[in-house]
C-alpha cells in the first residue's frame, strides 16, 4: 500500500483482485479533481461498469448513468452518459499521459467531460494535450493491468467502491 500524503486528494477504488491507490492532481485540474471527489462521496461510482478496456491502451469506466445496470443493452450504452452534474471546461496541462495516470473521458467538444475517466496501461503520448490528465495511480495497477478487457467486456469488471481516502 502506498504512503498517502494527503488523503483529502486521494481515491481508494476496490476492484475485485484489490484496492487501486489513486492520487488526484487538484494543483493541475481543480475541477477534475474535485468532481472525482463529489461523485465518490454521494456513492455514484460504486458497482459502475468498465466498459472499454483495450489491452495496450487504457480502461475507461465512470458512465454512473448507465454503469452500473446488470443488463447487457446498457452496458452497451455505457460510455454515452455521464452525471446530472454540468459538464467540465477542459485543464489541459504539460502532464503526459504516462502509464497509470488518469484522464477524463469525454465527445469531440474538449469541454464535455463529466463522470467518466480512463486508467492509461501504457504511456499514450499521442492523447497529451487533448485530454485532461487530473490523478494517478500510486498503488495497485496491478489490479488495472488485471481488468477484463472488451468494448464491451462480456462480463465487464466493476469499481465495487470508490472512495476518499479521507472519508475512509
Same mark, same amino acid.
Given at each position: ?12 477504488? #476496490? ?24 461523485? /465518490?462521496?454521494? %456513492? $455514484? ?13 487504457? $480502461? ?7 454503469g452500473?445496470? #446488470?443488463d ?16 467540465? =471546461? $477542459? #485543464?489541459?496541462?504539460?502532464? =503526459?499521459h ?13 469541454n ?8 492509461n ?14 490523478g494517478?495511480?500510486?498503488? %495497485?495497477? #496491478? ?6 478487457? %472488451?468494448?464491451? =467486456? ?11 481516502? /479521507?472519508?475512509?
Amino acid at each position: 500500500m502506498a504512503e498517502i500524503k494527503d488523503p483529502e486528494n486521494t481515491i481508494l477504488m #476496490e476492484l475485485k483482485d484489490g484496492t487501486v491507490t489513486i492520487e488526484l492532481l487538484p494543483d493541475v485540474a481543480p475541477k477534475h479533481a474535485e468532481r472525482m471527489k463529489e461523485l /465518490a462521496r454521494s %456513492g $455514484a461510482y460504486d458497482n459502475v461498469a468498465f466498459h472499454r478496456v483495450i489491452d495496450g491502451f487504457m $480502461a475507461q469506466t465512470g458512465d454512473v448513468e448507465h454503469g452500473d445496470m #446488470e443488463d447487457n443493452f446498457n452496458i452497451r450504452r455505457a460510455g454515452t452518459g455521464g452525471s446530472d452534474l454540468p459538464d467540465l =471546461p $477542459a #485543464e489541459f496541462s504539460k502532464l =503526459p499521459h504516462d502509464r497509470g495516470t488518469l484522464g477524463a473521458a469525454r465527445s469531440q467538444n474538449p469541454n464535455s467531460a463529466n463522470s467518466q475517466f480512463f486508467i492509461n496501461f501504457t504511456d499514450n503520448h499521442f492523447l497529451n494535450g487533448q485530454y485532461t490528465v487530473y490523478g494517478r495511480v500510486i498503488s %495497485g495497477m #496491478e489490479h488495472v493491468d488485471a481488468i477484463t478487457r %472488451g468494448e464491451p =467486456p462480456a462480463n465487464p469488471d466493476r469499481m465495487i467502491s470508490v472512495k476518499v481516502a /479521507a472519508d475512509a
